[in-house]
């Protein structure tokens, strides 16, 4: 059954794309009604499960936080500030070995993974040097 491109799926991505910051699915509603405000929560909602599940976002599950969605579809993977929570690219492929060794050492099946780095990006490092400079 071929799934139709609604003027709502359309905005949905366009907001993702545009933002371009691995926006949750709130951030993701609050763009598109700033424009479109006829348009409910639940349906960019749905949209963007449908998208993801489609192939056409990425998400990106957060543990501990809102899910994130993902306009580059390419492989790489991400990193998260510990202390401002700015979410940005890794550029590094993901690595299919790891999901083969999890695999053999589970027993899973289709196994894929996602690596979310944590650390201090440069902003809030130059900040707190700033800080204890003064």
Do not use: W
């Not at 933002?19 to 348009?39: D, F, I, K, L, S």
């Amino acid at each position: 059954m071929e799934k139709r491109n609604t003027i709502q799926k359309q905005l949905v991505l366009d907001a993702v794309s545009r933002m371009a910051n691995h926006p949750t699915a709130e951030q993701v509603y609050m763009e598109v009604v700033r424009t479109h405000p006829t348009v409910s929560k639940a349906t960019v909602y749905r949209n963007l499960a449908g998208l993801s599940a489609d192939g056409f976002l990425r998400r990106i599950q957060m543990p501990g936080g809102a899910d994130r969605f993902d306009h580059c579809l390419t492989a790489h993977q991400h990193i998260l500030c510990t202390r401002c929570g700015l979410f940005a690219d890794v550029p590094l492929a993901r690595d299919p070995a790891l999901d083969h060794a999890a695999a053999h050492a589970t027993g899973f099946e289709d196994v894929t993974h996602d690596i979310i780095f944590c650390g201090v990006c440069p902003g809030c490092t130059q900040a707190a040097q700033g800080a204890a400079g003064q």
